[in-house]
């Protein structure tokens, strides 16, 4: 089996941003040491509107500039090591600004590529790929739409097509999540590795010019989720989150999580990657031939780096780890 180990390379977008420091740099270097340990490659879907926008304010401020320094320092570091760099779009950059000292995130009618208008679309995908392309001196193909937000895809199909972005990883079999700013509903993706679609990432086309390769699927129990909100609280140094924001609201997803099995992706961060083991062999004796697993950096606790050690260390020779890309 193929594992594709995924990670959303951003601040959080919440009331707090957190750092630099803690929710990118310090555990994508501990990710990194993993990496070197079992010599493994990883995908980490960069957040381009974020790092816009530290261009365009950190001319102002020696402190953003220094972020900007050391992410894109970070960033060609990954990329020598053999990661794959793409393209991870959180447009309600185009609305947020840095004053009084910290990140004012606007989030409202602007989550979504879908909440701006056709135009508005084409401008934002075309200047955030492009700006990749440059940093990384290559042709991004990968795609991750931010909170998992990419219907309808028929309004990116145009753009997409035109900046060859063939490969989407934004879907996850079951999920399903409209409230706040949120809206995504993959009930009725197919429960395939991969496949290929044309204007409906739930729709597979055979022919379809695009490839999905959803992030791995899992349905976790109530008792999952007591667990996970209990450990924080009882072994802070273990469970708390290295990021140091805070998440933007997803108005009653904790009370659901807690009282009915819910669909959620397959994740090495926090408490989630205690399932690791178990959702590869759901997997595999499921025939599947790919097993994506998403993560963050922001989210990721100790506790849940150990567990990625040990997943990596128990599979490595077993299975092949690769990196989204065009050679798939
Ligand atoms: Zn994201």
Request: contains cysteine; aromatic residues 14%.
């Amino acid at each position: 089996m193929n594992i594709f180990l995924t990670y959303d390379y951003e601040l959080f977008f919440g009331a707090a941003t957190g750092s630099v420091e803690k929710c990118m740099l310090e555990p994508t270097n501990a990710l990194q040491k993993i990496a070197d340990r079992f010599s493994i490659s990883m995908t980490f879907f960069v957040d381009i509107g974020y790092l816009i926008k530290l261009e365009e304010f950190a001319p102002k401020n020696p402190t953003l500039q220094n972020d900007l320094d050391k992410v894109k320092e970070q960033l060609h570091e990954l990329q020598a090591k053999g990661h794959s760099l793409q393209i991870h779009i959180h447009p309600h950059w185009e609305k947020s600004i840095f004053a009084d000292g910290k990140w004012k995130i606007e989030t409202k009618n602007a989550y979504k590529l879908a909440d701006f208008s056709d135009d508005e679309i084409e401008r934002i995908v075309r200047t955030y790929t492009a700006y990749l392309n440059q940093l990384t001196g290559k042709k991004a193909q990968v795609f991750r739409a931010g909170g998992w937000c990419i219907q309808p895809f028929s309004r990116l199909e145009k753009v997409f097509k035109e900046l060859e972005i063939r490969i989407d990883s934004s879907v996850f079999s079951g999920g399903h999540f409209e409230a706040g700013e949120y809206s995504f509903d993959f009930r009725t993706a197919p429960k395939k590795s991969n496949y290929h679609f044309s204007k409906d990432v739930c729709i597979e086309d055979e022919s379809g010019y695009f490839t999905e390769y959803p992030i791995s699927s899992h349905v976790y129990s109530p008792l999952f989720y007591w667990r996970l909100y209990g450990l924080g609280r009882l072994f802070p140094a273990q469970h708390k989150m290295i990021g140091d924001g805070t998440f933007l609201a997803q108005p009653g997803r904790k009370k659901l999580v807690l009282t009915s099995f819910t669909h959620n992706h397959v994740s090495c961060d926090g408490f989630y990657a205690s399932k690791l083991t178990t959702c590869l062999n759901k997997h595999r004796s499921a025939n599947a031939t790919d097993f994506v697993v998403i993560g963050h950096p922001k989210g990721l606790t100790q506790f849940s780096l150990k567990a990625l050690e040990r997943f990596v260390a128990r599979n490595y020779t077993k299975h092949m780890f690769k990196a989204l890309t065009e050679e798939l």
